[in-house]
């Protein structure tokens, strides 16, 4: 005598769902850590290029020799149109020789 199964059992089915329930948790992890990731390489990348845009402008145009919000700018002894101009962020701080006014 041969005894058929018709489909799955209790248990087989539990374990089953357990598994699938821990691989997709474990899926989802890993997909939130890799869009933090992305996430803070974006805003670090942002953040540089704030500084180098700042620090751009300076070339561009010629600043007055005096410091402001976001940048310090030293005079170059002997010199009264050289300064070094430092642009700084909270990551990042780019130091550059440039013409001021």
Known sequence: MTCSRQGFTLPEVCVALA??????????????????????????????????????SLVANRPDCADSLSVRLTRVPGSSHLAWAVVEREHYSLKRLVRCR
Do not use: H, P, Q, S
Request: glycine share 8%; with cysteine.
């Open 19 to 56: 598994i699938f329930l821990v691989g997709t948790t474990a899926l989802l992890g890993g997909w939130n850590f890799f869009n933090r990731e992305v996430a803070d390489e974006r805003m670090c990348l942002d953040e540089f290029y704030d500084v180098l845009e700042t620090m751009e």
